[in-house]
């Protein structure tokens, strides 16, 4: 029988500790203090590998990758959806893949975002879109590049758009955007 550790070594294990006073006396008096204590803080840095699926979804990003806009067709009634949707809403069928790289598109509205999350805030202001598709039912929110948020005119509604993708793909939404078709 091999012999068990009865202890756990100890390490700093990578903490930096904030605020852990503690009294030398261990009378009721000394110890009161305790209730007045700041909270204590660890400061540690975490690391997790995120395991994450597109799943039904994983043609789309795959045709982002490759220079492709996907949308998705309803095969009974021809009702195109312009993002990811494996079934349809109405019918709960399965939908088919369709490309629509080359599709005319134009824009539906716009609108100037002057604050952004995190991943976007150093490019505000930026000019979000909705745009639509010849024979697609559904919208696709997107960016829209090559205009000047500061110029925004509701002459863009209408304005013919194509396609742009990133060199290198990130498989994330953001991999596609539109420009003035003209």
Known sequence: MSKLPNKKPETLGGYIVHN???????????????????PIQIEQDYHITYLHSYGQD???????TNKRLLANREPTTGYTYATPRGHDM?????????????RK???????????????FLP?????????????????????????DPFEATLDWIGMEVKPRFLRNSKLKPTDVYFIPAK
């Open 20 to 38: 852990i006073p503690f009294p030398k006396e261990t009378d009721a008096e000394a110890l009161s203090f305790l209730k007045k204590l700041s």
């Open 105 to 119: 598109a134009k824009i539906h509205a716009f609108t100037v975002c002057h604050f952004g999350s995190e991943e």
């Open 123 to 147: 490019e505000t202001p930026f000019v979000l879109s909705l745009v639509e598709f010849e024979g697609v039912n559904t919208l696709l929110l997107t960016r829209l590049m090559g205009v």
């Open 90 to 102: 109405f019918t709960g069928d399965e939908t088919e893949w369709i490309d629509i790289t080359n």
């Open 58 to 64: 994983s043609p789309w990003f795959a045709g982002l």
